[in-house]
């Protein structure tokens, strides 16, 4: 039988995934055993105690986590301190798992990788379109030659939120672009690879007088064509609209939605998409439906990360990539 991991996460952040990845690892009770939570902020630790994800887990001091010496720790922090607590952990020895982007400032970012990579410890972070199945099935249509060349990728990733949501995007200097576009930065690359020019067109609509990049948009010059990114906060029904279209010579793929249903107690999530692999006709609409599975948003990051520390499998996604990520994501923020 395999080994379960014991873990403790850091952080109850309230704009990361915490409570869901809390609940992920509790589902997930043949691979993982969550010990207890680490965090260090009061108000921040008595609204997690009030919620199920985190009911019957002790709260810990970091200095209690290095003594109990688990097999990983699950970083969970706000957004500021994703990258100083991941960096702790390295430094303490213990393989990470930590929620996107994680910082803006990219000397601590590439520390953080160097120091995983000096180590040989595992490192993977939060990007979960990365185990998305119709995006791996994308891939290797991809990979099997049946789009051609790749030609371009348009991703969107939007929200209709409020007041308050966007408030809170003025923590960001990189706003949506940081926050949410750089799930789809990440999905540009692994299609296109990384791009001649980066030419970024974020802005702010001012909405309810608050000042913040809540529009973001980010145009990617490749060879052979163009690619963008669009992620708002404007957007009425923009979470059901979410899509990934990757155009190739031979063939075109479209996921539209990307996820129905939010995240929630069953972390379950559904996927549609159509493909397009034949130039027969070409004014007719030819498209095929791939229908997935239903599964649950974070089980793949979850399942692979604990294959990473079993020594089981590689990262794809390594530390030299990640840092090279981060920069480009820096760059579409401006």
């Known amino acids: 039988m395999k080994e379960k991991l014991r873990v403790i996460q850091v952080g109850t952040g309230p704009m990361v995934h915490s409570a869901h990845l809390a609940r992920a690892m509790r589902l997930l009770n043949e691979d993982y055993i969550l010990e207890a939570v680490v965090e260090e902020d009061g108000a921040l ?13 002790p709260f810990i001091s970091w200095e209690e986590a290095v003594r109990r010496r688990p097999d990983a720790m699950m970083v969970e922090e706000d957004e500021h301190r994703l990258v100083p607590s991941a960096i702790r952990a390295l430094d303490a020895g213990f393989p990470v798992y930590m929620d996107k982007p994680g910082s803006e400032n990219c000397a601590d970012f590439h520390r953080m990788c160097s120091l995983a990579e000096a180590k040989h410890l595992p490192l993977s972070l939060g990007y979960m379109y990365r185990e998305n199945p119709a995006v791996q099935y994308a891939k290797r249509l991809m990979r099997e030659g049946k789009l051609g060349e790749i030609l371009s990728v348009e991703a969107q990733m939007s929200v209709s939120s409020g007041t308050e949501y966007r408030k809170t995007l003025c923590r960001f200097q990189g ?47 490749y060879p052979h064509g163009t690619s963008f990114v669009k992620t708002a906060a404007t957007e ?33 999530n559904d996927t549609y998409a159509w493909e397009t692999l034949t130039n027969e006709a070409p004014w007719q609409d030819r498209r095929t439906e791939v229908k997935f ?42």
């Not at 576009?181 to 309810?208: A, K, M, T, W, Y």
């Not at 948003?297 to 840092?323: H, I, Q, S």
């Open 45 to 57: 630790r008595e609204r997690a105690a009030q919620r199920e994800e985190f009911a019957g887990l």
């Open 293 to 334: 599975p239903s599964r649950r948003r974070y089980d793949g990051l979850l399942l692979n990360f604990a294959k990473y520390v079993r020594g089981e499998a590689e990262n794809p996604w390594t530390p030299a990539y990640e840092a090279r990520l981060h920069d480009l994501i820096m760059q579409s923020c401006r």
């Open 236 to 268: 009425i029904n923009g979470v059901f609209r979410r899509s990934l279209l990757v155009s190739g010579s031979k063939g075109t793929f479209e996921i539209r939605p990307m996820e129905v249903g939010l995240p929630g107690k069953e972390n379950r």
């Open 175 to 221: 706003g949506m672009m940081y926050y949410l576009g750089c799930h789809l930065i990440d999905l540009v690359v692994s299609f296109c690879g990384f791009p001649q020019e980066v030419i970024p067109l974020n802005s702010r609509s001012g909405l309810d007088g608050v000042d913040c990049v809540d529009q973001g948009f980010c145009v990617y010059r």
